[in-house]
């Protein structure tokens, strides 16, 4: 990789989490003052994660903003959800504190009806191209990088170079937790749902986002 930029008058960037809401995934920029070469590097450690979203802002991942019609009706939903599963879980322990108190409701009165409506959000927009296109690029990334994924024995190379662009896209719901989504362009994802907070009050999820089905070059190299 660094042989194709000169390092000589180089700076590297360490980028902060929050430039993975701008859309850049890089952990890492390497850029030549002189001559402009710039190469963006997303590190992992033995995961291909791509994105830890919130299901609560899928609205503004597709690019339609806070407080629209489109917004607000999501998010009553969302809060009925929760709404409902808090009095579910009142009622099967009355002194619940964390989900693992509650933890055999979860599935079926809490992650499938989140699935479902993220699910159904997605497809309702489907063919809109702008939001296709925009949500695929919030969950790869808007800029050319490159993916290292250091496992114990070899380091893959992931090139996410020019990708196409997504027309459209389509979703549904795999078992109790997972919504796969397909952007047409040879590219899927799996999102499996979570808490992210053990207390059960935060009323708090995301997305754990992997590649399903990557169109792109990929290099390994063997470790001794």
Not at 53 to 81: C, H, M, V, W
């Amino acid at each position: 990789l660094l042989d194709k930029i000169e390092l000589e008058n180089s700076t590297i960037t360490r980028h902060s989490d929050s430039s993975g809401i701008d859309g850049d995934v890089s952990d890492i920029t390497i850029e030549n003052i002189s001559s402009d070469q710039k190469l963006n590097l997303s590190i992992k450690h033995n995961h291909m994660a791509l994105k830890h979203q919130r299901p609560a802002s899928t609205p503004q991942q597709l690019g339609i903003p806070k407080k629209s019609n489109e917004d607000l009706l999501f998010r009553i939903k969302y809060k009925t959800i929760f709404e409902n599963f808090n009095q579910e879980s009142i009622k099967l322990n009355p002194k619940v504190l964390l989900y693992s108190d509650v933890v055999e409701i979860i599935p079926i009165s809490l992650y499938t009806p989140m699935c479902n409506l993220v699910s159904d959000f997605i497809n309702s927009f489907g063919n809109d191209k702008y939001k296709s296109n925009n949500y695929m690029r919030f969950i790869i990334g808007n800029t050319n990088f490159t993916k290292i994924i250091v496992n114990e024995k070899d380091i893959n190379l992931y090139k996410f170079q020019d990708l196409p662009d997504s027309n459209s896209m389509s979703s549904k719901v795999i078992g109790d937790k997972n919504i796969l989504v397909d952007f047409h362009n040879g590219i899927k994802v799996m999102m499996r749902i979570h808490t992210a907070s053990s207390r059960f009050k935060t009323n708090s999820l995301k997305f754990d986002t992997q590649p399903y089905e990557l169109n792109i070059p990929m290099e390994s190299i063997i470790l001794s």
